[in-house]
């Protein structure tokens, strides 16, 4: 403290070796020899009245007054420097001092900035004088151990002050830091300072704040940065809002109750001989997996630049897999599920445009009206063809008190969706899932893995109940129950329990829980089902289903010869397929369709040969195999009957001369169930839970009339006559998501140096849908 007095400052030292000593500009150093001449004698501290007294003595320079924290000045002047300087000791504070010239008058400048001058006070400069001690630097020193008052304009160091001051010291560090002058002087006359006050306490005036000169560029990095943190903080912080998914789910459930017109409500659309294109003018509604699929592969039949296709997606990204929506959990880079970039748009001439809805349908001038998300601007886009692949929304289920306004609840179908739930984690720890289905145990799956405690609400009493009978669904819930996640079945919600507009529970009953109560959680997911996009439908008059979407022909097209559906939005023959194979079938046959409205199919052809017909839709396979929460689910059939004539069903299956072999192992969660023909012993199709090892062999053999020499009881899993890859005829489907067979992999393994599983994806595209037909494997030898 005592140094700081004298010096002007407070030093910032850590050891006595570790001062460094900045010498004034236009002062000289003074030679060593000079120096120890001159030492000796009264020195003035600057700001600071009276007069230090200094003598050599014995090799070290002393002060004859005790007055640095009690003790004298002690320095040792550095022997062989050239010019004079000394290591100090200083009221128990190292530093250097060095002695300078400056206009004719002997200076010690220390390494804590103070300045001493010999024979009489340094006189100030006129800059010198108006500077002083900067407010910002008095704030530093608020503590008992430096306590810095401003009075009258000065700056005093009244540390030493501090246990004699008649109020205590309390009075003191209430001002420490801050300017007195109103509030002491109040209580004290103007000259309590000098009765009080010794000289060497006054720091110096206070001074303005130290000018630094504008770097534009340093300052604009600085906005910048500030900007980027609270853009950051924003983005990373738990939602307080409620989620936008889950908002316009509401509101696309309020578009698709748009009563349709009576004409539109048609049982089916009739079939043209062949779809026609008036124009090049092509419409792609929607940027998803099947309205993606279906552009590649219109470009790859027409060329590029053949037709003027242009892609309108209302999501800020472009298309992704969704079907692996929840591997977004895992690696949170939404580029890895990416299924495409603005380079591919450019190279094979297609516009895009994302973050753009389309509102209106102007079917009698072939117009789209186009509406930016974000700024709301309009614009009129013509077409001579339009597809929709507008895809679904999630169903949210009429609930008391759930509305778009409550916070805590998402629905499970964007990046956006998953990026909400993700932050919202942060500060919350139990979750339920509405919905036992596939998407309901992807969500379940998710929010597992976010470390949430984990219910699953089903209203029917098993999983899956659209896939799986009941055997296998209890077979499925038991192995997820043991996962420690709590499935709920034969869930009845009476209300969502809301309390300023944050979720807190549900209230329900369900299998072991007859009487209602509460099941407390802080974060709902409603994933219980999908409805079709059709409000552009509605709205404009096309026909759709009784249960929605747009009713299309077998060419896909509406009733509407210029538009067209594919996908999820896409009503055929009743059915408004959920799975993405279907609807890659149905962009399969449209983008075929509509090379032949191009260039014809019989282009090229030799003369003589049968003209080539553009391919109609039939239906597709609904089979499949997923993981879900690591356990093997697969359910498969022969024809649409399995499922839609609930087949798998023992009662069903009687009335229909069908039976079955069962084969379950409670140990291992195993659940096997086949169906057969009675007469024919032909494989109808079946259920697998807990291992789906030969599910690709099983399904190849529905497709045939029999089983050939094999009996049923040889189908069992470690049966005598398991069968293997040889056992699949070269026509046999592999990947049904892609429609690749068993002879397309052996030839790109042949013929194309296709050694790995992504050599063959790349080739064939098997594996790009579900990723069901993919096994665990290395290095493929030739």
């Not at 380079?343 to 117009?367: G, M, N, P, Q, Y």
């Not at 397929?577 to 409205?597: C, H, M, R, T």
């Amino acid at each position: 403290d005592q140094l700081a007095r004298a010096g002007g400052q407070r030093p910032a030292v850590d050891s006595p070796r570790t001062s460094y000593l900045c010498i004034m500009s236009g002062s000289q150093p003074v030679e060593h020899r000079e120096g120890l001449q001159t030492i000796g004698g009264d020195w003035f501290i600057k700001d600071v009245s009276g007069a230090v007294e200094l003598h050599l003595d014995g090799g070290e320079v002393r002060s004859k007054e005790p007055r640095f924290g009690g003790k004298p000045l002690v320095g040792k002047p550095r022997e062989g420097s050239k010019h004079f300087e000394m290591d100090v000791e200083m009221g128990g504070f190292p530093m250097i001092a060095a002695m300078t010239s400056r206009s004719g008058q002997k200076l010690l400048e220390f390494s804590n900035g103070g300045i001493w001058s010999k024979g009489s006070p340094l006189a100030a400069s006129p800059a010198a004088a108006a500077a002083g001690i900067p407010m910002s630097e008095v704030k530093k020193h608020n503590s008992k151990d430096s306590a810095w008052v401003v009075l009258h304009g000065k700056v005093y160091d009244l540390t030493e002050f501090l246990p004699d001051h008649p109020g205590g010291d309390k009075v003191v560090l209430d001002w420490a830091g801050k300017d007195a002058t109103k509030f002491w002087s109040a209580i004290h006359k103007p000259d309590w300072i000098q009765e009080y006050a010794k000289p060497e306490w006054c720091l110096g005036p206070l001074g303005p704040e130290p000018t630094v000169p504008v770097n534009e560029e340093l300052r604009k990095a600085q906005e910048e940065i500030k900007a980027l943190k609270a853009e950051l903080a924003q983005l990373t912080a738990a939602p307080s809002r409620p989620s936008q998914g889950l908002k316009e789910a509401f509101a696309a459930t309020k578009a698709a109750q748009v009563v349709p017109q009576a004409s539109s409500l048609s049982a089916e659309v009739e079939v043209s001989p062949r779809v026609e294109l008036k124009g090049k003018r092509i419409a792609v509604v929607g940027h998803g997996p099947v309205g993606h699929d279906f552009i590649v592969k219109l470009v790859g039949m027409v060329g590029d630049g053949a037709l003027d296709i242009t892609v309108v997606g209302e999501e800020p990204r472009m298309a992704y897999d969704r079907v692996h929506l929840t591997e977004y959990f895992e690696h949170r880079d939404a580029s890895k599920l990416g299924m495409c970039d603005q380079k591919w748009f450019t190279d094979h001439k297609v516009t895009l445009k994302t973050s753009v809805r389309a509102e209106k349908i102007d079917r009698d001038a072939c117009s789209l009206t186009l509406r930016d998300v974000k700024s709301g601007a309009t614009e009129e886009m013509p077409y001579d063809a339009c597809v929709l692949c507008t895809g679904s929304y999630p169903f949210v289920p009429p609930l008391k008190n759930l509305s778009s306004d409550v916070v805590g609840v998402f629905v499970y179908r964007t990046i956006e969706d998953l990026e909400s739930m993700i932050l919202f984690a942060k500060k919350s720890t139990k979750a339920a899932v509405i919905g036992g289905g596939l998407l309901g145990l992807e969500a379940a799956k998710a929010v597992y893995d976010l470390g949430q405690e984990t219910h699953v609400l089903e209203m029917a009493p098993y999983l899956m109940p659209t896939q799986l009978d009941e055997g296998g669904g209890k077979v499925l819930g038991q192995k997820i129950s043991d996962m420690s996640i709590d499935v709920h079945t034969g869930s009845r919600l009476a209300e969502v329990v809301v309390e300023g507009g944050v979720l807190k529970g549900v209230r329900l009953t369900d299998a072991d829980h007859p009487e209602e109560y509460l099941l407390e959680v802080d974060m709902l997911v409603v994933s219980a089902g999908i409805r079709p996009r059709d409000e552009l439908a509605r709205t404009s008059g096309l026909a759709v289903g009784q249960r929605g979407g747009v009713l299309v022909n077998n060419r896909m097209q509406s009733s509407d010869p210029r538009i067209f559906a594919l996908g999820e939005v896409a009503c055929h023959k009743g059915i408004c397929y959920g799975l993405i194979a279907p609807g890659w079938d149905q962009a399969s046959v449209l983008a075929k369709n509509f090379e032949d409205a191009t260039w014809g199919l019989s282009k090229g052809k030799k003369s003589g040969e049968t003209p080539a017909e553009a391919p109609l839709y039939e239906g597709s396979d609904l089979s499949t195999k997923l993981k879900l929460l690591g356990v093997d689910v697969a359910s498969f059939g022969s024809s649409l009957d399995f499922w839609f004539k609930r087949q798998f069903h023992e009662s069903d299956a009687k009335k229909q001369g069908l039976s079955f072999t069962l084969q379950v192992d409670p140990f291992s969660g195993l659940y096997r169930k086949l169906i057969f023909h009675e007469e024919s012993q032909k494989l109808m199709g079946g259920l697998l839970v807990g291992n789906a090892d030969d599910y690709f062999s099983l399904l190849g053999l529905s497709q045939q009339d029999s089983l050939g020499k094999k009996a049923p009881v040889d189908l069992f899993l470690g049966g005598s006559s398991e069968a293997g890859v040889d056992d699949l005829s070269d026509d046999s489907i592999v990947c049904l998501c892609q429609k690749v067979s068993k002879k397309d992999i052996v030839d790109a393994v042949k013929e194309k140096d296709c050694a790995t599983i992504p050599d063959l994806k790349r080739v064939t595209t098997a594996g790009a849908g579900c990723g069901g037909c993919v096994l665990s494997t290395g290095f493929v030898p030739k």
